[in-house]
């Protein structure tokens, strides 16, 4: 049988030491499911365990999958329980590194609880849609180019493409860019997804035109034609509620710990 885990290494370091920081400091709330030398492992530590080793929720996990990963879990309590574990706990970079996964455990439950109790309203999200649809950009274009090594290969094709030639087929024969074999074809595109020097050139242009010098950006040299523009339709609000709502309950949280941060600051 195939499981599919988080972690490839049952016993790899990170797992091993939440899991065990978990066992040894929450008390226990679920009925012990086996004892490994004299300690208790209940079943909200072997939730725990399964959470963080396989891919799918507690409730579509079978038995066997089950038994497998209590047998490991059993294995993790049974090393960490021998006599050498007591010194070794004293070792300074390993007690550094059970620390680091405590402090790491409890701070994702304080952040997941700020997350649980931090309300969003109705206007803040309208808010930070109205923020948003502000800062989108108002046009888009839809463009091909041919991308050349060299200035005056790109000035050959402008002259090649004023003589009457198709800039598909001359994109086809010449462009160095992954676009070539597809006619330079750029698709639709908001201008600042493409480097300033394009996005200039393109901004320029009319629809159908291409531009009348080589243009050059971080790439190389490119002559562009300007196809077609258009005003994109906003999305509905609806339709990105919940990212706009995590857009506002990021923002809080960063508020938050910043406040932490200067009630601590020394």
Request: charged share 25%; glycine share 4%.
């Amino acid at each position: 049988m195939r499981l599919v885990f988080n972690s490839t290494n049952p016993f790899s370091l990170v797992a091993a030491c939440t899991l065990l920081s978990l066992a040894c400091d929450l008390e226990a709330r679920g009925d012990t499911v086996v004892t490994v030398n004299g300690a208790a492992i209940d079943s909200s530590v072997l939730d725990v365990y399964m959470e963080n080793r396989i891919d799918k929720p507690l409730a579509q996990v079978t038995e066997e999958e089950r038994q497998i990963l209590l047998s490991e879990l059993k294995d993790i309590y049974l090393l960490s329980s021998q006599d050498s574990a007591e010194g070794l706990e004293k070792d300074p970079r390993i007690a550094a590194q059970i620390e680091l996964q405590t402090r790491g455990v409890l701070a994702q439950a304080v952040a997941a609880e700020f997350f649980a109790s931090s309300a969003v309203t109705d206007e803040e999200v309208q808010a930070e849609y109205n923020e948003q649809v502000e800062e989108a950009p108002r046009i888009q274009f839809k463009a091909r180019h041919i991308l050349v090594p060299t200035q005056g290969v790109a000035t050959d094709i402008i002259g090649r493409l004023d003589d009457g030639a198709d800039f598909q087929e001359l994109a086809k024969e010449k462009s160095t860019d992954s676009s070539g074999p597809n006619g330079g074809d750029l698709g639709w595109f908001s201008p600042n997804r493409m480097v300033k020097p394009f996005a200039d050139a393109v901004a320029v242009l009319e629809d159908g035109q291409y531009t009348a010098s080589p243009v050059q950006s971080e790439f190389g040299w490119h002559v562009i034609l300007r196809e077609e523009s258009r005003q994109p339709e906003p999305p509905t609000l609806e339709s990105v509620r919940d990212a706009l709502v995590q857009n506002v309950q990021q923002r809080k949280f960063q508020a938050h710990l910043e406040q932490l941060r200067s009630n601590s600051a020394d």
